[in-house]
């Protein structure tokens, strides 16, 4: 008996966990197919009737922008990031990683402490740059900084990655006449697969969920994504629509699951391998 319990307690008291985790996406789902008078005043998860007018509305979207349009501009800047980082942080972390030149270990020592500099420093610097290049308004401050391995994060985890990796690879490459550059996109960038892979997807899922830069940047409707419009969505008429919003909500959240789901075994993997390496 003692042993059956001691088997399916951590079980048990993972599943009770898990759907802790989960209430508020099914409160979320139960929400999007409430009526307007029941989202603020009912506590009860179940709906009294189904109101799928929520989602009539939602997919109209905003400002005459339909939910397709705002997920395609989502998908854009969100696929634009992810190649930028992956690309641009890769490289850099090669360098630190591999490369020998005068003062690695300072520079890289300053890159890592760059990850203490709260994002509101650099964003008033960064706003009148792009403001003189004339990139407000556009999707080019949201992504042009992904290419330049601005995310110290990502240089971080994909260097100590390549910590780990053996260099009787690369002398081997280098033996054969290959340059750094050549071993660095036939050697070290296919070994690196799962360090690149959670870069990508925490980069995907990161700027989907962004609000804050992309209201900076973003003016014109038709530019918005699918945070900016949920935002929008609520002042429209200078009333708070919360069910279609909360559908909206639901809408948004669907793609980033699916990418999860879809990755997840990579994700993990990526994980548990960076942690060991270096």
Same mark, same amino acid.
């Given at each position: 008996?003692?042993?059956?319990?001691?088997?399916?307690?951590?079980?048990? =008291?993972?599943?009770?966990?898990?759907?802790?985790?989960?209430?508020?996406?099914?409160?979320?789902?139960?929400?999007?197919?409430?009526?307007?008078?029941?989202?603020?005043?009912?506590?009860?998860?179940?709906?009294?009737?189904?109101?799928?007018?929520?989602?009539?509305?939602?997919?109209?979207?905003?400002?005459?922008?339909?939910?397709?349009?705002?997920?395609?501009?989502?998908?854009?800047?969100?696929?634009?990031?992810?190649?930028?980082?992956?690309?641009?942080?890769?490289?850099?972390?090669?360098?630190?990683?591999?490369?020998?030149?005068?003062?690695?270990?300072?520079?890289?020592?300053?890159?890592?402490?760059?990850?203490?500099?709260?994002?509101?420093?650099?964003?008033?610097?960064?706003?009148?740059?792009?403001?003189?290049?004339?990139?407000?308004?556009?999707?080019?401050? =949201?992504?042009?900084?992904?290419? =330049?391995?601005?995310?110290?994060?990502?240089?971080?985890?994909?260097?100590?990655?390549?910590?780990? =990796?053996?260099?009787?690879?690369?002398?081997?490459?280098?033996?054969?006449?290959?340059?750094?550059?050549?071993?660095?996109?036939?050697?070290?960038?296919?070994?690196?697969?799962?360090?690149?892979?959670?870069?990508?997807?925490?980069?995907?899922?990161?700027?989907?969920?962004?609000?804050?830069?992309?209201?900076?940047?973003?003016?014109?409707?038709?530019?918005?994504?699918?945070?900016?419009?949920?935002?929008?969505?609520?002042?429209?008429?200078?009333?708070?629509?919360?069910?279609?919003?909360?559908?909206?909500?639901?809408?948004?959240?669907?793609?980033?699951?699916?990418?999860?789901?879809?990755?997840?075994?990579?994700?993990?993997?990526?994980?548990?391998?960076?942690?060991?390496?270096?």
């Amino acid at each position: 008996m003692n042993l059956a319990v001691r088997r399916w307690a951590p079980h048990t =008291l993972a599943l009770l966990g898990l759907l802790v985790l989960l209430y508020p996406l099914a409160w979320l789902l139960a929400t999007s197919l409430k009526p307007a008078d029941e989202v603020v005043t009912s506590l009860d998860l179940w709906p009294s009737s189904l109101e799928w007018s929520n989602y009539t509305t939602a997919l109209e979207g905003v400002s005459g922008v339909t939910v397709s349009r705002l997920l395609g501009n989502t998908l854009l800047i969100a696929g634009g990031a992810v190649l930028g980082n992956v690309l641009s942080c890769s490289l850099a972390a090669y360098a630190f990683a591999r490369l020998r030149f005068r003062m690695s270990k300072v520079m890289f020592a300053f890159m890592v402490a760059t990850l203490m500099l709260p994002h509101h420093v650099v964003l008033i610097p960064q706003y009148i740059i792009f403001n003189q290049l004339g990139m407000v308004d556009t999707y080019w401050p =949201l992504i042009l900084p992904k290419f =330049l391995a601005t995310e110290a994060f990502f240089v971080f985890l994909i260097v100590q990655f390549m910590r780990g =990796l053996p260099r009787e690879l690369e002398e081997s490459a280098r033996i054969d006449g290959c340059g750094p550059f050549r071993t660095y996109l036939s050697i070290t960038l296919p070994l690196t697969r799962p360090a690149l892979i959670t870069t990508a997807i925490f980069t995907f899922i990161w700027t989907w969920n962004d609000f804050f830069t992309q209201m900076i940047y973003l003016f014109a409707p038709e530019k918005f994504t699918i945070t900016l419009a949920l935002r929008s969505f609520v002042d429209q008429s200078s009333t708070s629509a919360y069910g279609p919003m909360f559908a909206m909500s639901v809408i948004s959240v669907l793609p980033i699951v699916l990418f999860f789901f879809v990755f997840q075994r990579y994700l993990v993997q990526g994980m548990a391998t960076t942690g060991l390496k270096g």
